[in-house]
């Protein structure tokens, strides 16, 4: 569009020749108008056919220029170039009244009322307003392509000839009816001052005009002509109105001559432009004249290579009309379809559609009226024989010359064989991809880089990130620093050829501890990406660990109750003889005292035996059926003096305690090593809680225990507000010698009798422990009534009630999280885990469906399970809350950590306590 537009004088950019020939034109008129200026008083013989002849012809030829002007305003609609079109109409208009109202020439005083002045006011307005209109001309062209006619440029023209019209009226009426009010501009064929200084004024207008013009560029071809018309036309005023000295001498005639050249240099160079343009039509006409026989020709031969490609085309290409007719038929659509080309064209498409999709092919038909193009539309189709084909078309309409759609042209591609290959790999597709969402086992798929591609949902239960935290990331910064350069072993010797790998390999999870994790990996050459397959060895290494420690509890038992048996019969001899000794040395004070040490320390040995056999279970015992409550009341009025009065006893008794089968003597010395332990846990005083309760412990709970059986136990908690244990001494606090305390205070032998004893009673027992909140341990003895359930607590176990409410489940123990999830899940709740309170709170903020908050009391941090639930109440008050923990309910408040009224479920708890408390939850 911009060349289009370049081919006009106004907006032609100027060229050095153009430059070159204006200023040459500038040359000649400045050296003839220099010849002039002595000579421009001369009188000469008034010649009034000269004036209405130079008057006609000025007003012809701005007249034509104003009109070939006005065709380019046309087309550019430039503002700037429709204000000097209305300047070159202004100068026609008033050309043509100037000469009406000239004395002598077509009447003696001029027509229209002139008056003595009207002619000069005339000349005056007239020779001011064109370069008035040049001047908004050349400032309007510099922002002339932002501001363009927005509306019609036919109302445009009419506005401008009406504007221009209206104005020279005005002037005319006010230079003629208005005569006697102007000032006088000639006197005596002299100039007043008033005539001084009004054509001083027109000849600066003009030359502001000449000088704007030079200095707003771009230059155009009609700039440069423009400046020589304004050079012309200050010539023209200075001839015929400055130097000159009165009518008809040398200088009014050749004013006016300048005056008729400065109107016909703009028009030469539009006429001469004008002839070139039809020359470059007549030459472009004969080439597209040219160019269109060579179409013909193009066309002709492409016609024939089209039919010849439709022909040889795989695709089945048909032609129809609006009205559903075949008209075209290739041999691609016999192959396919199995009708012939004479036995289809004239015939309606449906004989290739089935009645049921015939709805279908009116839709399309309507669709490509419209003007629509469908691509890659798939249906079905039928064939001559009856059997369907599947098919893809491409549908398009066919129009005349004249835009008209008459037609449509189909082009179908079978693709039965190949949608039953797209079915067959979607479904393969699909269940990859069940297999990759519902695997517990960590699929992991990274570039040879090792980042990763694609991270099965998996990773949530295993590491606590979710897919998105990993895809995109290395695996640097997941897997264990230690077990960095292991795995790039791996994956190099994966990529040498060595197409399925087994290695172990610690990932780091999002608490940021190590988890251990059998893979399978392999790698694919033709997608360039390492496949992993990771297991869980958690579980595993917890099964492992707790059976290696369960032997080498065994082994100690067994070497200490050989030590123990071998040690009994050594002292067997010395207590059976040293009465002989203490006998025979009666009489000697010396001797008898060193008797009397040896005895005592024989009785030490003794009992230190009895502790190996208690621990080694190879004590002899004495189960009888027992009244635990009577028991702790007895032993807790034991304790008072034992412990001091800065230790609080608190006995918490269930009043329906069952009877438990057990050794009382054992069970009181058990309690006692308790106490005492509890007792040194507390050196600045504080509170100790013994407790009894029935509890049942179901197979969910006993599999994830050593030699636990499910059934029903009599629980004795001791529990105390000490020190805590840390977690790295947890798993041996039951070994023999093994103790914390100082050297000289203990024999490190309470605890692991405790075990012996329990274990050998066919019991339970469980230590909680949280460094600074105390330590609670749970003794379970089976009930004397038997293992297992009765046929009222079988019935009240069963009756279990589940629900569709989401719990979010916060615990920090990973093998506790999975178990209670997996007993939550199993009642029919939607659940959520989260390690910590941190995890947790980012659950109640994002997640708005969390019906109830099921956390553990103690738990590492800086928030424990009372804070995480005051702070989750705060964010979201009516959220339902649960707690639980390895200390009793008892226990827990007595150590103030949850309010009265606070629902909590100790740990652990059948499936029915479970459910119990969680509808009891969410029904608070």
Not at 548 to 565: E, F, S, Y
Request: proline fraction near 4%; charge should be negative.
């Amino acid at each position: 569009m911009g060349d289009e537009r370049n081919i006009f004088l106004s907006t032609m950019p100027a060229t050095r020749g153009d430059r070159k020939s204006a200023l040459a034109v500038v040359s000649v008129s400045a050296v003839l108008f220099a010849c002039a200026v002595p000579f421009a008083g001369v009188p000469l013989t008034p010649v009034p056919a000269f004036v209405a002849s130079y008057q006609s012809a000025l007003a012809i030829n701005d007249l034509i220029t104003a009109v070939l002007l006005f065709s380019q305003f046309a087309i550019l609609r430039s503002r700037a170039l429709l204000l000097l079109t209305s300047g070159y109409l202004f100068t026609a208009m008033a050309a043509v009244v100037h000469a009406l109202t000239f004395p002598g020439l077509f009447a003696p005083g001029g027509l229209l009322g002139a008056g003595s002045q009207t002619t000069v006011w005339l000349y005056m307005v007239w020779h001011g307003g064109f370069p008035l209109l040049v001047l908004g001309y050349a400032l309007l062209k510099a922002s002339d392509d932002d501001r363009k006619i927005r509306g019609s440029t036919g109302v445009a023209v009419v506005a401008s000839i009406v504007a221009v019209s209206v104005a020279m009226a005005a002037f005319t009426w006010l230079v003629t009816a208005q005569h006697d009010r102007l000032p006088i501009l000639l006197s005596d064929g002299h100039y007043t001052p008033v005539m001084l200084a009004v054509v001083s004024t027109v000849w600066c207008l003009s030359l502001a005009a000449l000088v704007v013009l030079w200095l707003c560029r771009p230059h155009f071809v009609l700039d440069i002509w423009l400046m020589v018309v304004m050079s012309a036309w200050l010539f023209d005023i200075a001839l015929s109105a400055i130097l000159n000295v009165a009518r008809f001498d040398v200088g009014f005639y050749l004013g006016r001559i300048y005056g008729l050249c400065a109107a016909s240099f703009v028009l030469a160079v539009l006429l001469v432009h004008n002839v070139g343009l039809q020359a470059k039509l007549a030459r472009l006409l004969g080439s597209l004249r040219l160019q269109a026989a060579s179409e013909r020709d193009l066309r002709t031969e492409r016609d024939g290579l089209f039919s010849a490609v439709v022909e040889s085309s795989s695709d089945a290409i048909i032609t129809i009309l609006l009205d559903g007719t075949i008209t075209g038929w290739n041999g691609a659509a016999e192959r396919l379809f199995g009708f012939t080309a004479a036995e289809a064209l004239g015939k309606n498409v449906n004989i290739i559609v089935s009645p049921d999709r015939r709805g279908e092919v009116r839709s399309i038909v309507e669709r490509i009226s419209r003007r629509e193009t469908i691509a890659h539309y798939e249906t079905s189709r039928v064939r001559k024989d009856g059997s369907t084909v599947d098919v893809s078309l491409s549908i398009s309409p066919i129009r005349s010359v004249s835009g008209e759609i008459v037609g449509i042209s189909k082009a179908a591609r079978d693709i039965t064989e190949s949608k039953r290959t797209q079915q067959a790999l979607s479904q393969e597709i699909e269940e990859r991809q069940r297999i990759f969402d519902s695997s517990n086992d960590l699929i992991l798929v990274t570039d040879t880089a090792g980042n990763f591609i694609q991270v099965s949902p998996s990773v949530t239960a295993i590491l606590g990130y979710q897919p998105s935290d990993m895809i995109g990331h290395s695996a640097i910064e997941f897997i264990h620093p230690d077990d960095l350069e292991h795995t790039r072993r791996e994956m190099r010797a994966a990529r040498r050829g060595q197409s399925k790998r087994n290695f172990e390999t610690r990932y780091v999870n999002k608490e940021g501890n190590a988890v251990a994790l059998n893979w399978t990996g392999t790698w694919s050459e033709p997608v360039r990406r390492h496949f992993f397959i990771g297991r869980d060895l958690t579980e595993k290494q917890a099964a492992e660990a707790q059976l290696r420690h369960a032997q080498k509890m065994d082994a100690v038992g067994q070497l200490t109750g050989g030590v123990a048996h071998d040690f009994n019969n050594i002292l067997t001899v010395i207590t059976g003889t040293i009465g002989i000794l203490e006998e025979a040395v009666a009489d000697q004070p010396q001797l008898a005292a060193v008797a009397k040490l040896i005895d005592e320390a024989a009785e030490r040995g003794a009992n230190l035996t009895k502790h190996l056999l208690a621990f080694a279970r190879k004590q002899p015992l004495q189960p009888v059926e027992l009244d635990v409550n009577a028991l702790v009341l007895e032993a807790a009025k034991l304790l008072h003096p034992t412990l001091g009065e800065h230790i609080e006893i608190t006995p918490l008794l269930a009043e329906d305690a069952w009877t438990a089968l057990a050794d009382p003597n054992q069970l009181a010395t058990a309690v006692l090593n308790l106490a005492i332990n509890a007792r040194d846990a507390m050196p600045n005083g504080g509170k100790l809680a013994i407790e009894t309760s029935n509890v049942f412990l179901d197979e969910n709970y006993a599999s994830l225990q050593s030699e636990v059986a499910p059934g029903n136990y009599v629980m004795i908690a001791v529990g105390d507000t000490g020190s805590g244990i840390p977690p790295a001494l947890l798993e041996r606090v039951f070994e023999p010698f093994f103790t914390t305390k100082e050297v000289g205070k203990g024999t490190g032998l309470g605890l692991s009798m405790v075990f012996g004893f329990v274990k050998q009673s066919g019991g339970h027992i469980k230590i909680y422990s949280e460094e600074g909140h105390g330590t609670s341990v749970k003794i379970y003895l089976p009930r004397a009534t038997g293992l297992q359930q009765t046929a009222a607590e079988a019935l009240v176990s069963a009756d279990i009630e589940g629900g569709n409410e989401t719990v979010l489940i916060v615990e920090d123990d990973t093998l506790v999280r999975r178990y209670v999830m997996t007993q939550i899940g199993s009642l029919g709740y939607t659940t959520l885990e989260a390690a910590n309170a941190s995890d947790a709170l980012r659950f109640i903020d994002d997640v708005p469906a969390i019906d109830l908050l099921f956390t553990d009391v103690i738990m590492p941090g800086t928030m424990n399970g009372r804070q995480l639930v005051d702070e989750a109440l705060k964010r979201r008050p009516g959220l339902k809350t649960l707690f639980t923990s390895g200390y009793t309910e008892n226990a827990i408040v007595h150590h103030g950590r949850l309010d009265s009224g606070v629902l909590l479920l100790a740990k652990p708890y059948r499936k029915s306590e479970l459910a119990r408390m969680l509808r009891l939850a969410l029904a608070s």
